[in-house]
Structures are given as C-alpha cells and as structure tokens.
C-alpha cells in the first residue's frame, strides 16, 4: 500500500520514538514533582522547549505546549482576542482549517465579535489589498493559515504580516500543515504567533506548540495549577514534547530533501493532467507545498475515486481529515469558485518524504486506471 495521505497525519518516526521512550518508561515523572524524577522530567521539557523555541524562531518562554494543532489554533484566536482591549473584530479567511473558522464563530456568537472572511483568488491566494481594506481601527487580530491542508496553497505570509504590523494588529499563522516543508518560525514569517502539531511532522498525535510573542497578553483556556507560565494549565505531556523537538529539528535538517519530493508531486500533477480528460489541480501550480497534489475529476465522485484507489494499493483523501464524513461540498474549494458538483470530486495526494520516482509514476498509472473505472472516461 502506498500511504499518500500524510497532510492528514505521518507515521512516527523510529528517531523520534527512540528519544520518547525513557519518558514511556523509566522517566515517568511528574515536571512539577519536586524530587528526582519530577525534576528529570523538567529538565527534559526545558530542553525540548528550547529545541521547539529556537525551531519557530523565539525564546523558550513564548512556547505554549498544548494537545496538538486544533488546540493550538484555539488557544491563539480566543487567547489573543479576548485579551486585547483594542476591538472586536477578527479576520481571517474563506479556506482556513476548522479550527480557526470555528474559533472565530465561537467569538462571534458568544462574545459579540465581528468576523471578516478575505476572498482569495482562483488560485487560492489572499491579497495584500484584500487585507489591508478589511482592517478596521477595532481590529483585534489577524489570523491567515500559511499552508493549505486541502489544496496545498502557501500564502505570502511575510508579505500579509507586513500590512498589520504597522498598525499593531497581531497576526497569528496555522503553519501545522507546512511545518514539515517550510520555514515557520515567527521572525521568518514576521508573524506574532504560530501554531504547529506534532503528528503532521513524524511526532505522535496529541502535542503541539503555539508559539507567541511574548508582548501579547494571551487569555488562558484552561484553567488549573498553571503551568506553562499560566498560560494553559495541565501536566505536561513529557515524552509527546520531547518527540516534538525532535521531529522540528529532524524536519529542519531535511527541508533541503524536499526539491526532490517537489519533483515527484510535479511528476503526478503533469501525469494526471495530460491523461485524465477533464481533470484540473485545485489551488496554485506554484505557491504550493512540495508534497502536495491535488485535483478534481469531473463526471466522478471523489468517493468513489478514493476507493477505487485504495483497491488499487493508494491510501489517499479527499480533503480535510477533520471533515470526513460529510456530505457537504468543501469550503475550501467553492472558496474557489468551483461549482459544488464538482468540489465532491475532489481527491488530494500528500506524498511522504521517501516516495521515490518510479512511485510517481506507478500513482499516475493507477489514478488514471480508477478515474477510468470509476467515471467511466476515456483516459490517455
């Protein structure tokens, strides 16, 4: 079976578990134990913070571990806004992930915000002009994802960051699906916050890190025996943190590698394309994540398609993992303007970091095949 779904999350990696594994085991301590085994486990969430710190560009102190991204994404758009005495109005846009759309609906309907949604183009860009007309002088945050999990797109992030800073609007950025590829941390994205997971990037399920500047006041969402500097309270996850310093370093020093994935998404893109009658990539052909292709087939059903593959030896998705289940069109993709008949063809490959050129080649064959079967097309 090929895996080719790894925007929804990646296997451990056996680095990553080998450095988790005194804290499953012998390391059981509690941080905020005060004798020897509380203290070591201290000791081994300080020093993966500071891995996690200097990874997203900060100092240790403005790490926030949480649960995973959706907490993440949760803690920086209700801990920012409801801290900030300048306004109530948030913007963000019409593609972003569940957990910020939703956030921003909780503010709205609880807590009296407004909420502006940025178009983007049909490429599933948002503009710098765009931005800078929805600001308003009680704008309490920006909050624009730096890759998409459902198509792929990178956003000129630094570009976006400068319209609000020199209006002192912060700008918090879901770089969970981009960690892995992509430079993240807040100086080079010029960003006030930045919220990553760790099971997007070879670390296991259940740890993430919002990292932010420490001059933003941040409301906490959980309430307890304050940890993380009051910040978000709950014993610390050891052995998650500390898989998640390792999988931001590992993902650092292997950034380089990734022309070569590059190459295999192009190589899948080019084929689908030139042999599938109908077929269209959904979001931009350049500013994209290098392991990420994504298309819709016309005349089919995604669903369809998926199993079809799966037959075949493809694990792959339709979108947003977050999402799967429903019936309903992708928001993303009618955010593109694609009619909603055609979004429920939609199928997404995210490829892994080892996927090698004759596996390119053999996705495309098999994509190919299963439209054929599936639609009925007559494929080239």
Same mark, same amino acid.
């Given at each position: 079976?090929l895996?080719?779904d790894?925007a929804a999350? =990646?296997?451990?990696r056996?680095? #990553?578990?080998?450095?988790m594994?005194?804290?499953?085991?012998g390391?059981?301590g509690?941080?905020?134990s005060?004798?020897q085994?509380?203290e070591?486990a201290?000791h081994?969430?300080q020093?993966a913070r500071a891995t996690? &710190?200097e990874q997203?560009?900060?100092?240790?102190?403005e790490?926030?571990l949480? %649960?995973?991204?959706?907490?993440?994404?949760n803690?920086?758009?209700?801990?920012i806004a409801l801290?900030?005495?300048r306004?109530?109005h948030?913007?963000t846009?019409a593609?972003e992930?569940?957990?910020?759309r939703?956030?921003?609906?909780?503010?709205r309907?609880l807590?009296g915000f407004?909420?502006?949604?940025?178009?983007?183009?049909e490429?599933?860009l948002?503009s710098?002009?765009a931005l800078?007309?929805?600001?308003?002088?009680?704008? =309490?945050l920006v909050?624009?994802q730096?890759?998409?999990?459902?198509?792929?797109?990178?956003?000129?992030?630094?570009?976006?960051?400068a319209v609000?800073?020199?209006?002192?609007?912060?700008?918090h950025?879901?770089a969970?699906?981009?960690?892995?590829?992509l430079?993240?941390?807040?100086?080079?994205?010029?960003?006030d916050a #930045?919220?990553?997971?760790?099971?997007?990037l070879?670390a296991p399920?259940?740890?993430?890190?919002?990292?932010?500047?420490a001059?933003?006041?941040l409301?906490?969402l959980l309430?307890?025996g304050?940890q993380?500097?009051?910040r978000?309270?709950?014993?610390?996850?050891?052995?998650?943190?500390v898989g998640l310093a390792?999988a931001?370093?590992?993902?650092?020093?292997?950034r380089?590698?990734?022309?070569?994935v590059?190459?295999?998404?192009? &190589?899948?893109i080019?084929?689908?394309?030139?042999?599938?009658?109908?077929?269209?990539?959904?979001g931009?052909?350049v500013?994209?994540?290098?392991n990420h292709?994504s298309?819709?087939?016309?005349?089919t059903s995604?669903?369809a398609?998926l199993l079809?593959?799966?037959?075949?030896g493809?694990?792959?998705? %339709?979108g947003?993992a977050c999402? &799967?289940g429903?019936d309903?069109?992708?928001?993303v993709?009618?955010a593109?303007?694609?009619?909603p008949?055609v979004a429920?063809?939609?199928?997404r490959?995210?490829l892994?970091?080892?996927v090698?050129?004759l596996q390119? =080649?053999?996705?495309?064959?098999?994509v190919?095949?299963?439209?054929?079967?599936?639609?009925?097309l007559? =494929?080239?």
């Open positions: 079976m895996y080719l790894t999350t =990646t296997p451990t056996r680095e #990553v578990l080998e450095t594994w005194p804290y499953l085991t390391e059981f509690n941080p905020s005060h004798h085994l509380g070591r201290a081994a969430v020093a996690i &710190a997203l560009g900060c100092r240790p102190s790490i926030v949480t %649960s995973g991204g959706t907490e993440a994404d803690l920086a758009i209700k801990g801290a900030q005495p306004g109530r948030l913007v846009t593609i992930h569940e957990a910020v939703e956030s921003a609906d909780y503010l309907r807590h407004e909420v502006t949604e940025l178009p983007v183009d490429e599933g948002v710098a002009a800078a007309a929805a600001l308003r002088p009680d704008t =309490t909050s624009i730096h890759a998409n999990n459902e198509i792929g797109v990178v956003q000129p992030i630094r570009e976006l960051a609000v800073r020199d209006v002192g609007v912060p700008f950025t879901d969970v699906q981009s960690a892995d590829a430079e993240v941390g807040l100086e080079q994205l010029g960003v #930045v919220s990553v997971a760790g099971h997007k070879g399920k259940g740890i993430g890190a919002l990292a932010v500047r001059a933003i006041p409301e906490p309430h307890g304050g993380e500097r009051g978000r309270s709950g014993t610390e996850n050891v052995a998650g943190v390792t931001l370093a590992l993902a650092s020093l292997e380089p590698q990734k022309a070569r590059a190459r295999a998404r192009d &190589a899948i080019d084929g689908v394309l030139s042999r599938v009658p109908g077929a269209f990539l959904t931009s052909r500013s994209r994540l290098p292709a298309f819709c087939f016309p005349g995604g669903e398609v079809e593959l799966e037959a075949r493809i694990a792959c998705s %339709s947003s999402a &799967a429903s309903e069109p992708s928001p993709l009618l593109l303007g694609i009619p008949e429920q063809t939609a199928v490959f995210t892994p970091a080892d090698t050129p390119a =080649t053999e996705v495309v064959d098999r190919v095949a299963a439209v054929a079967a599936v639609g009925g007559a =494929t080239r």
